[in-house]
């Protein structure tokens, strides 16, 4: 398997070493029974009460309602021993053929133990399912722990400066998805 590395924006620093790429995930904890479903309304509110904690700090307001009530079809979680380790918010526009993930957050103790890998391709297989023909995601700049998973995971990325408004640079990633006979479909 061939790895490019986008490093032109010298966003990564040197290039990750491609036996490393493919230990990325690895953790000594044993590996836990996981299960990827849909969220619930219950999954929901417990996020909200720990979202904070899972990110180190105020990030409630990123897990809006919307996320869940209005494009919460694709909304999913892995569940450990009864509770969400891990959550996704995504979701598919209509009249689009770009699967978008807006915010994914991993339980601290539940890290490097692949959540966040079966979390993007359920929402992947979600995607192809639905005809789309790519995937998006965006973060700030200096993400760099965001910037290696999408990249050990395959996605491209670019430096967008004013994505976010003036002088607010965002780092957006993309995914190229097979076509479908659904995708040729929405393409025509």
Known sequence: MQIDLLTDEGLLG???DPEALANFGACD???QQLTTRSMTKADYDFIVRVIDKWWGGPSTALAHP???HEFGREAMVVEAEGRPVG????FLPNESSVGYIHLVGIDPDYRRQHVGSMLYGAFEQACTKAGCLS???ITTLGNQGSMRFHEALGWSFEQVDDYAGPGRTRVVFTKMLPKTSAAADMSD
């Open 66 to 68: 919307i996320f869940f």
């Open 135 to 137: 995937m998006k995601a």
């Open 29 to 31: 904890m044993p590996m």
């Open 87 to 90: 959550f996704l918010f995504g």
């Open 14 to 16: 040197p290039p990750l």
